[in-house]
């Protein structure tokens, strides 16, 4: 096994599989990557959190936002003071999903000619720092399958999980349509994408989708732990380990083929027909 060092960060180059030019194109284009208010930041003794902060939307997922979890992602890359990368949020909701009004303005062939959701997708599947999620309540779509490529995943008792991407003419991503079905089973994974299958989080922890299920008003403090625990762990064998259970390779393979479908049924007739629905039943 090859040891080497990405940023100052030792990490293991396992088969060579690792596209160390695509983490420098990323990091190039954090440059260009828009600011968002609705990011909240915090580094302390080694753990940077990153906090979905829109609660008026659920916190729905803007392009600025996923600009900002990717930057905040490449940051944990680029820092060797940062151990553990913590993804959460300020309210009693994960995230709702993807803004569905920039969907809708996407649809129309409108909005940036580049996302910023793929480089967070990337910068998850690139990571090397441990990740540790923090579920306070709903989440929906890539709130669902940003989970898979999380290490730990700590649930609130009242956390629901849902990927109904078919109920809006569109297709899962993340790589999802193949970690889902090998974490949870292909029936039940069918069943969420495509009759929309909700499962709590009892029903998340038994699939092996959660580590730990808490009651809501100690899930910050059980995240907190949890971190602070990895953080004082030997930073590269803990890195090494963790490259060497994921193939990131296949599952950027996997994410490009999402990818192109999802863009095509994002412009579809279906989709917008789907996005109109749901605006006026907002409106309703």
């Known amino acids: 096994m090859l040891i080497v060092r990405y940023k100052g960060v030792p ?10 030019s695509s983490l420098d194109r990323a990091e190039a284009m954090r440059e260009q990557a828009p600011m968002t208010d ?40 680029g ?25 809708a303005t996407q649809a129309a062939g409108a ?11 990337a910068a998850l599947v690139n990571a090397s720092v441990p990740i540790v999620a923090g ?26 999980l849902a990927t109904p991407f078919i109920d809006l003419a569109l297709v899962p991503e993340a790589a999802s349509s193949v970690l889902l079905p090998q974490r949870i089973g292909h029936a039940l994974a069918f069943e969420m994408f495509a009759l929309g299958r909700r499962l709590t989080a009892a029903e998340a922890l038994t699939h092996g989708l959660a580590n730990r299920v808490l009651p809501a008003g100690e899930l910050d ?3 907190a732990e949890m971190a602070r625990a990895l ?22 393979h996997v994410m490009d ?10 412009r579809s007739h279906e989709a917008r027909a789907r996005f109109a629905a749901f605006a006026a039943r907002g409106r309703g």
């Open 79 to 103: 820092d060797e003071a940062i151990r553990v990368v913590v993804i959460a949020s300020s309210s009693d909701a994960f995230t709702a999903g993807n803004d569905l009004g920039e969907f």
């Open 111 to 121: 909005g940036p000619a580049e996302r910023q959701v793929g480089r967070f997708l």
């Open 231 to 252: 953080a004082e762990r030997p930073v590269a064998a803990l890195r090494i380990t963790k490259q060497l259970m994921r193939d990131p390779a296949r599952l950027h």
């Open 221 to 223: 403090a059980a995240v």
């Open 38 to 77: 609705h990011l909240t930041t915090r580094l302390a003794d080694g753990v940077l959190t990153l906090a979905l902060d829109r609660p008026a939307k659920k916190n729905a997922l803007t392009d600025a936002m996923y600009g900002a979890l990717a930057d905040g992602l490449g940051r944990a890359e």
């Open 135 to 160: 579920v306070s309540g709903l989440a929906v779509g890539v709130g669902a399958t940003m989970l898979l490529h999380c290490d730990l995943v700590l649930m609130a008792e009242h956390a629901t």
């Open 11 to 20: 990490i293991a180059d396992v088969d060579q599989r690792v596209d160390w």
């Open 257 to 266: 083929q999402e990818g192109a479908h999802f863009a095509a049924q994002l």
